[in-house]
T-cell receptor, first 116, second 114 residues
Framework: AQKITQTQPGMFVQEKEAVTLDCTYDTSDPSYGLFWYKQPSSGEMIFLIYQGSYDQQNATEGRYSLNFQKARKSANLVISASQLGDSAMYFCAMREPRQAGTALIFGKGTTLSVSS | NAGVTQTPKFQVLKTGQSMTLQCAQDMNHNSMYWYRQDPGMGLRLIYYSASEGTTDKGEVPNGYNVSRLNKREFSLRLESAAPSQTSVYFC?????????????FGPGTRLTVT
């Protein structure tokens, strides 16, 4: 079974609109961390936001917020006021401390296209 | 502060050739990782090193070996390259322990095996 599922291969949004990128995860470990990374067409991996499994509040970083629903095992990324520069591939990832040290398990990604 | 550096950026190999991908970080991180990225597959862990002197297999270790040369450097070796190893390879590093400790990635190596 996939540990991280991103069901949207591609998403399209207009500038200034908000967009939600979906991510569901599967773990039996009570302690885990969830990450979102951005990969522009240039190829580098850019860390966006983190949510710990024991965090009571949803994480926010500027225009990025994470809609964390623990019971549903979902960790959706919300980008408010989209910009052209947000066009990229977005990866959801999970860290399970008891598995493979502190390595990340990645989803297959969602391509976001922002148009003017 | 260069962060995580990888060499080379691009490489073309013939089937059966060997090569070593180099990775170095200057952030004094304990943990280092090698991932491969294939189209439609996301990133998959090849090997990781939780600390200097230790290495462990990840999800897709077959056909690869690694060396944690010191705290800064973590190399990935392909002994006999195969077309299935055509991929983009990323090295990453992070602090260990609880907390955010996000992984910092190098720019990647695009490898083609013909």
């Amino acid at each position: 079974a996939q540990k991280i599922t991103q069901t949207q291969p591609g998403m399209f949004v207009q500038e200034k609109e908000a967009v939600t990128l979906d991510c569901t995860y599967d773990t039996s470990d009570p302690s885990y961390g969830l990450f979102w990374y951005k990969q522009p067409s240039s190829g580098e991996m850019i860390f966006l936001i983190y949510q710990g499994s024991y965090d009571q509040q949803n994480a926010t970083e500027g225009r990025y917020s994470l809609n964390f629903q623990k019971a549903r095992k979902s960790a959706n990324l919300v980008i408010s006021a989209s910009q052209l520069g947000d066009s990229a591939m977005y990866f959801c990832a999970m860290r399970e401390p008891r598995q493979a040290g502190t390595a990340l398990i990645f989803g297959k990604g969602t391509t976001l296209s922002v148009s003017s | 502060n260069a962060g995580v550096t990888q060499t080379p950026k691009f490489q073309v190999l013939k089937t059966g050739q060997s090569m070593t991908l180099q990775c170095a970080q200057d952030m004094n991180h304990n943990s280092m990782y090698w991932y491969r990225q294939d189209p439609g597959m996301g990133l998959r862990l090849i090997y990781y090193s939780a600390s200097e002197g230790t290495t462990d297999k990840g999800e897709v270790p077959n056909g690869y070996n690694v060396s944690r040369l010191n705290k800064r450097e973590f190399s990935l070796r392909l002994e006999s390259a195969a077309p299935s190893q055509t991929s983009v390879y990323f090295c990453a590093s992070s602090d260990a322990g609880t907390g955010v400790n996000e992984q910092y990635f190098g720019p990647g190596t695009r490898l083609t095996v013909t």
